[in-house]
């Protein structure tokens, strides 16, 4: 789906994390250059967690405050957009500690990969169209 250029960045971004669902599921598939272990995988994870991701939930954030008062469905699903970020949050904080990590691992995939939809499918359709011109401009400036 093409996004305007204001989402754009932040669907990018997405896909990078789409790429670590898949990497995180049980019986994933081998990628070349991606960890293989489930401990290395929780390394890799977790790198890509303090390095991208959450930075990207504070973007996100920023750009979910400015909208609030665009629509009321943009405000709800803020409202549930922050509580997931919450929670993965907490996922991957405690993935290293878990005593099953496949099944840690499994959880956060899945986790992440229902909110990263969730903003695809209904977040980003909504901002585009309800907030206005100059909102839009502004989240572009934000996050180039």
């Known amino acids: 789906m093409k996004r305007s250029v204001a989402i754009a960045p932040l669907s990018r971004e997405h896909h990078l ?13 081998e990628y ?6 489930a401990g290395d995988k929780i390394k890799y994870a977790l790198q890509q967690y303090k390095d991208h991701i959450k930075d990207h939930f504070h973007k996100e954030e920023v750009i ?3 909208a ?4 009321p469905e943009i405000n709800n ?3 549930e957009i922050f509580e ?13 500690a ?4 496949v099944v840690a691992m499994n959880d956060l995939a899945s986790t992440l990969e229902e909110h990263i939809r969730k903003e695809e499918r209904f977040l980003f359709p909504l901002l585009e169209k309800h907030c206005s011109k100059e909102l839009l401009h502004e989240f572009h400036m934000f996050l180039h």
């Open 17 to 29: 994390t789409l790429l670590l669902v898949r990497l995180l599921k049980k019986n994933a598939a």
């Open 77 to 79: 699903l803020a409202v």
């Open 64 to 66: 979910l405050s400015k």
């Open 98 to 101: 878990s005593a099953d990590e």
């Open 84 to 96: 997931e970020h919450k929670q993965l949050d907490s996922l991957f904080k405690t993935l290293a």
């Open 68 to 71: 609030k008062d665009c629509h």
């Open 32 to 37: 070349a250059g991606l960890p293989k272990t």
